[in-house]
């Protein structure tokens, strides 16, 4: 067990309470797996018995009590709602738009994955196929530009593997500057650039194989390279026309307006996870100063995610928020069917 020396108290009973009050049989829950930290890490609300209100109570009770389960979300990084009468993404779309907050859209986003919309706000999380593992990752990190939140709900739940990891990024953090001190110094004072080939149209095989067209919201190569420059990406075109971007040098490590410092990158999903047609993971991404990542320190920081990490196991309606600066999450590879779908909050 891991406890952080910057604890700060959740206020989940006020937050229960609330929920008990307006729709009765609703309650905190304990699941195996849960990580001790300042409290149990996520926190998990369950119906104790099917709901019979219809979806616009439970939209209504989201919309009344936003602000209440927004601020929970900040402090403890992810809330779990399970046997909610949400049976749909047309209902998953309604609580959503309850929650009062902007849309993140996919299609404006610089996200390497390929997902297709359902609704303006609700995509596919990641097309990838079943036995690609995707490693911990804070949303779009690799990116200039990120969502605050997620949300997910399951449509399907899957037979056989396919839960969603969660780890608190404060927590990794803590513990990485403990055994890898040096690591931590490096990452924190050069930040990290990543590098990625597009392919010229979608590559389904690839968790990264969205096409660089729609990677950046172009038509044409010259589009392309005016939108790189704005983002002070360098980058080259390859004879396939797939194209090689590399970011400017991004942050490693951040501190939330609270206090906290979280290990706010994709290093771990790019070191391990970016490995395609075009590209070699381990040589996706590098030190702000283009110094190679070593072996031992990618080994140790992820032998410490997978320690502190709670395996979310889907159960189909289950309606998940995740606070992107606090929460890096994943996906374990999966048999069969199964449908998870996301939206990103601004
Ligand atoms: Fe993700």
Redesign the pocket.
Known sequence: MILLCSAKQLSIPFILSMINMITPGVQEVQLSGQIELESRFPAIFRAEEKLEKGIEVVADWFRAHRLTILEQLSESGALLFRGLPVHSYQDFDLVLRSLGQENFSYAESLSN?VRHNRTDRVFT??EAPPEVE?YF?H?MAQTPIFPSK?VFYCEQAPTKGGATPLCRSDALLFEAVRRVPEFVKRCDELGLRYTNVMPASADLASGQGRSWRSTLSVDTKEEAAARLAGLRYEFEWLVDDSLKATTPTLPAIRRLPDGRRVFFNQLIAAFKGWQDARNQANKSVCYGDGRALSDEDMKSVCAISEELAFDLHWATGDIALIDNFLVM???RPFEGQRCVL?SLLA
Do not use: F, P, T, V
């Open positions: 994955a999380a990641n995707i990752h949303e997620l999450h994943g996906r996301a």
